[in-house]
C-alpha cells in the first residue's frame, strides 16, 4: 500500500511539472511572436525540466514534444506623430511625419490628409508631399502624393512625408484648424491617424514638434 500511495504522489508531481512546463513552452512561442519575424518563418521550441524526487531518491527529466509554428503575413503600420504649429494669418501651415511599416511582410500604404470638424477655419489647399531629402519642408520638385500614390516599405523601413496648408487671411488670433492625416494599407485593411493643429498667433510664432 506504501509503495502504491508513493507512486501515485510520484506520478501527481509529475504531472504538475509537466503542466508547468507546458506553460513556459507556450510562453516562450509568445515571445518569439513579440519579435518581428517575416511571413513564412518557422519556430520551433521543445522544453526540458530536471527535478529530484525525494520519494524515489531518482532525479527525473520531463520534455515536451517540439511545437513548430509557421508565421503568417501579419501587416502593420505606424505613423509619427501628432504636431501643434502657431501661425499668422495668410502663413503657411508644414507638418512633418514618418510612416512606418511595423509589419512583418513588405507593403504598400496610401495617405489622406482633411480638414476637421468642430474648430475655427479650414487650412485651404491642403496637400501631401514625399519628403524625398527628411527635412520638414516641401521642396521645389518633391513628389505629391494623391489619392491613387501608394508607397512602398520594406519591413522596418519609413518614409518621410509633409502636409502643407494655407491659413486663410480671415483667421483671427487665438483661432485653430485641425487636419487629420491618415495612412492606410493599400487594401484598405489597416489605417491608422495624426491630427495636425494650426493656432493663430497674435506675435511671435513658437513651433512645437
Not at 518633391?142 to 486663410?168: C, H, K, M, Q
Amino acid at each position: 500500500m506504501f509503495r502504491y500511495q508513493r507512486r501515485s504522489w510520484v506520478t501527481r508531481l509529475s504531472v504538475q511539472v509537466f503542466n508547468v512546463l507546458i506553460f513556459f513552452l507556450f510562453l516562450s512561442l509568445d515571445n518569439a511572436f513579440s519579435q518581428v519575424a517575416t511571413q513564412g518563418t518557422r519556430i520551433q521550441n521543445r522544453m526540458v525540466a530536471t527535478y529530484f524526487d525525494t520519494g524515489s531518491g531518482y532525479h527525473i527529466t520531463l520534455e515536451s514534444n517540439f511545437v513548430s509554428v509557421i508565421v503568417n503575413p501579419l501587416p502593420g503600420i505606424q505613423l509619427i506623430d501628432d504636431r501643434i504649429i502657431y501661425r499668422l494669418p495668410g502663413d503657411e501651415s508644414v507638418f512633418a511625419h514618418t510612416i512606418i511599416n511595423k509589419g512583418n511582410v513588405a507593403s504598400s500604404y496610401r495617405l489622406d490628409v482633411s480638414n476637421l470638424v468642430n474648430d475655427d477655419f479650414d487650412l485651404i489647399d491642403l496637400k501631401i508631399f514625399l519628403d524625398a531629402n527628411s527635412n520638414g519642408l516641401a521642396d521645389l520638385g518633391e513628389t505629391e502624393i494623391n489619392s491613387s500614390y501608394s508607397i512602398d516599405l520594406d519591413i522596418n523601413e519609413s518614409a518621410d512625408v509633409v502636409v502643407t496648408g494655407a491659413v486663410p487671411l480671415s483667421a483671427t488670433v487665438g483661432d485653430f484648424a485641425d487636419v487629420e492625416v491618415k495612412a492606410e494599407l493599400a487594401d484598405g485593411s489597416i489605417s491608422t491617424t495624426n491630427m495636425d493643429k494650426t493656432i493663430i498667433s497674435g506675435g511671435a510664432l513658437v513651433e512645437l514638434n
